[in-house]
């Protein structure tokens, strides 16, 4: 069964520090893994998924298949960064996204 | 935001009571979904559909049951409400993979 893993629920930290939002997932085929975000009173929106390779909002991740991860960096918090973000694995054969259960991100100033 | 409008956006129900959650979108996409999140355990599917009449159950289905019967309107019925289904519920949609799916503004259902 597949299965998404974020491991922390809560991440606080300043403006202007690193941050790393960790995901991790289990399964059997080729992974297509995707990171969504929720801003305060909006809906779940597309950050970045990892086929198209991008950076949005200064925000990258890198599949890591060796180690089943796909964590999602920034070199440089900003406090409108401050969300809930989601890690999310597509299961083809259902075309259906599992998700991990979320970080909430707060960046202070 | 893809077009995707769900009603009601708040309602509070007594247990027992059945209700009937609509989602609805203009974007023509095939696939739409159901999901609840709750704290601590992210996003969860409830049911979802593949296309008009064709439905599937997802991680969650116990209680919910769905309907598509037009390609823009999903609705999704809890037959007799229970508490255990107080809950913020997302309609999505999609073209499917390698799509990402588009997401409504989220219905907040609280069952008394």
């Known amino acids: 069964a597949q299965r998404v893993t974020q491991p922390e629920k809560l991440l606080s930290v300043f403006k202007g520090a690193p941050v790393e939002l960790k995901c991790n997932y289990s399964?059997?085929?080729?992974?297509?893994l995707f990171w969504y975000v929720q801003y305060s009173r909006q809906r779940l929106q597309l950050l970045l998924r990892?086929?198209s390779r991008e950076s949005i909002k200064g925000f990258t991740a890198d599949l890591n298949k060796g180690e089943t991860s796909f964590h999602l960096k920034k070199p440089f918090a900003q406090e409108e960064d401050s969300a809930m973000y989601y890690c999310?694995?597509?299961?083809?054969?259902?075309?259906?996204?599992?998700f991990g259960g979320g970080t909430r991100l707060m960046v202070k100033p | 935001d893809a077009g995707i409008t769900q009603s009601p956006r708040h309602k509070v129900t007594e247990t027992g009571t059945p209700v009937t959650l609509r989602c609805h979108q203009t974007?023509?996409?095939?696939?739409m979904y159901w999901y609840r999140q709750d704290p601590g355990h992210g996003l969860r599917l409830i049911h979802y559909?593949?296309?008009?009449?064709?439905?599937d159950k997802g991680e969650v289905s116990d209680g919910y049951s769905v309907s598509r019967s037009k390609t823009e309107d999903f609705l999704l019925t809890l037959e007799s409400a229970t508490s255990s289904q107080t809950s913020v519920y997302f309609c999505?949609?999609?073209?499917?993979?390698?799509?990402?799916?588009?997401f409504g503004p989220g219905t907040r259902l609280t069952v008394t």
């Open positions: 999310a694995l597509y299961n083809n054969a259902g075309n259906m996204l599992t």
């Open positions: 399964y059997s085929g080729s992974p297509e």
């Open positions: 990892h086929i």
């Open positions: 974007e023509n996409h095939r696939y």
């Open positions: 559909s593949y296309g008009v009449k064709d439905t």
């Open positions: 999505a949609t999609g073209r499917g993979s390698p799509y990402e799916q588009y």
